[in-house]
């Protein structure tokens, strides 16, 4: 079985930072391209970054310039660092990763964390 936890969430003010941090674990040939997504009250889920195994990211609008999406593959974590935090990144923000697990064969799947909650809030 393959697993994403997510840790790093919490209340900070407005300008403030954190930084989320996304763990994978279980029988884990290799991880391919790794993301975060977030989901606010009453929105759709929404790509905040992605970073390919190369290490190539791409951000959302919002994201760029103040979100900074890395990897380290040997503790199979990916983390996002976010700074000048503002109200509306409140939200839920899950990790995503394609994981090719062992008896899988040539088969990557993607996965999902349970989330991890970000409240921007004087």
Known sequence: QVQLVESGGGLVQPGGSLRL????????????????????????????AIITRAGS?????????????????????????????QSGDTAVYYCKASILRAGDGTWERDYWGQGTQVTVSS
């Open 57 to 85: 990211t791409n951000y959302a609008d919002a994201a760029k310039g103040r979100f900074t999406i890395s990897r380290d593959d040997a503790k199979k974590m990916v983390y996002l660092q976010m700074n000048s935090l």
């Open 21 to 48: 941090s996304c763990e994978a674990s279980g029988s884990i040939i290799w991880i391919n391209g790794m993301g975060w997504y977030r989901q606010a009250p009453g929105k759709e889920r929404e790509l905040v």
